[in-house]
């Protein structure tokens, strides 16, 4: 009796413990510098985590001769669930791509009133355990300046145990190579190297991949073959700062290679310094949530201060606003102020140990990512809302400036203006409701933009 009571016991234990490592694969997807070189991109990093149910790896790639400035990227994922999980996350996936819906609205000054159209546009497609979606937000005034945010991920689904992700982020006109044509081209590279997998997503016909005897530029459009005839100068003119290059011949046209011939160059690491610590950090994070599960109860609760307070130390403040830019998919000067102004992430602070009482498993996590990307949506339309809020500001204060009034007069009819104009819209309202400390009446938030316009010798 008590041997059949000690096996019933032991095996109730088993059931009770966490999914072992044995259970997942002994290795997952990768692609290597040399692969990624041989597309026009530089792999930037790499980096993984193991948790109860699922292990992760995922890499991040730009382009080779990449704009240090710029915040283009490909990040590439593949997780693999134990359970269901990589099913229901496809599946939620496929859910909101099919229900979203365009929106546009109008982009208004005080002064000239409609100056153009702010407008978010989705293109949802798919097929067999594949789909892909593409957000595209731009502002468009009608003097001729646009600015316009591309946003396209690509999903597959593989054995219904592997979830693979690759997302191509850029601002238009600033990418060094086709960021978009090469995401499914990564992303189905990672899926070839899965065991018993068959699954491929579409590619562009113009993008050439290796191995294979299709993307030569005879099938390039005229634009295309301009772009690739641009990127060309660009790596010579990258070779000639690096001490030389070499154009090698191939059948599949012109190959140039970067001759380091200078013993004293190190390069401009500063992007790619900055991007190691950007995603050390976020594995820094990971690592925090997996620790807190062993922490007593209390003490893990207030897991994220501590992720808080890591960010801090860190990151400087420069780099700080890159990484709010980077979270929010923001430009750096709406970062700015919504790292100087925002008080959703003391609120959000305060609140996670309430949060982080709630038991989180696989029911939920479908509904924590949904309520995740509305807490990003309000976040970035806040941080878009403070630079609306700035730029309206500076417009009125220029004018008086120009008039020729003094300093303190300039502060006062551009508060009392900008009063009588935006009082009860919806976005200044949200500014009152979100902002923290004195940043809560928008008196206080025009003086602050009268100071930076100071400080930068506008008024």
């Not at 592997?162 to 238009?172: D, E, L, P």
Request: charged residues 25%; contains cysteine.
């Amino acid at each position: 009796m008590f041997k059949n009571l000690a096996l019933f016991l032991g095996v109730t234990l088993l059931l009770a413990l966490p999914v072992s490592a044995s259970q997942f694969p002994d290795q997952l997807p990768s692609i290597t510098k040399e692969e990624a070189k041989s597309l026009g991109l530089m792999l930037t990093f790499s980096n993984g985590a193991t948790h109860s149910n699922y292990v992760l790896f995922y890499q991040d790639f730009m382009c080779a001769n990449h704009d240090p400035d710029s915040g283009n990227y490909i990040e590439v994922t593949i997780v693999y669930y134990t359970d269901n999980g990589a099913v229901e996350q496809f599946n939620w996936f496929v859910k909101m791509g099919m229900n979203y819906t365009d929106s546009e609205y109008d982009i208004w000054d005080p002064d000239m009133g409609n100056i153009g159209k702010e407008y978010t546009h989705y293109e949802f497609s798919g097929g067999a355990n594949y789909a892909d979606l593409k957000v595209v937000h731009g502002r468009e005034y009608f003097d001729g300046y646009s600015f316009i945010s591309v946003d396209h991920t690509y999903e597959a689904l593989v054995n219904d145990h592997y979830w693979v992700t690759s997302k191509a982020v850029y601002v238009k006109g600033t990418t060094a190579c086709n960021l978009e044509g090469l995401a499914p081209v990564l992303l189905n590279m990672y899926l070839e190297r899965i065991p018993n997998s068959t699954m491929r997503v579409p590619v562009n016909s113009s993008v050439a991949v290796p191995g294979s005897s299709e993307g030569s530029s005879k099938g390039l459009s005229p634009e295309a073959a301009k772009r690739m005839d641009e990127n060309i100068e660009g790596l010579k003119s990258l070779g000639e700062n690096w001490g030389g290059f070499m154009v090698i011949k191939t059948p599949r046209g012109d190959v140039v290679k970067v001759v380091n011939s200078k013993a004293d160059y190190t390069g401009d690491s500063s992007a790619l310094g900055w991007k190691t610590k950007y995603y050390g950090n976020k594995a820094l994070d990971a690592f925090i949530d997996q620790v807190a599960n062993y922490l007593p109860k209390p003490l893990g609760l207030f897991k994220d201060y501590f992720k808080a307070d890591k960010d801090i130390n860190v990151f400087s403040d420069s780099e700080a606003v890159k990484k709010t830019a980077k979270d929010l998919h923001v430009d750096e000067k709406s970062a700015s102020f919504y790292n100087d102004m925002s008080d959703i992430e003391n609120r959000e602070k305060a609140l996670s140990p309430y949060k982080n009482a709630v038991p989180s498993n696989i029911e939920t996590k479908p509904i924590e990512i949904v309520l995740n990307s509305m807490g990003v949506a309000i976040k970035k339309t806040l941080a878009q809302d403070y630079r609306w809020e700035f730029e309206t500001t500076a417009k009125i204060a220029v004018r008086y400036k120009k008039a020729g009034l003094k300093y303190r007069d300039i502060i006062r009819n551009t508060i009392d203006e900008m009063r009588d104009t935006t009082t009860g819209m919806h976005r200044v309202n949200m500014m009152d409701r979100n902002s923290k400390g004195d940043f809560k009446d928008q008196e206080a938030r025009i003086r602050f933009y009268i100071n930076k316009l100071y400080e930068e010798g506008v008024i």
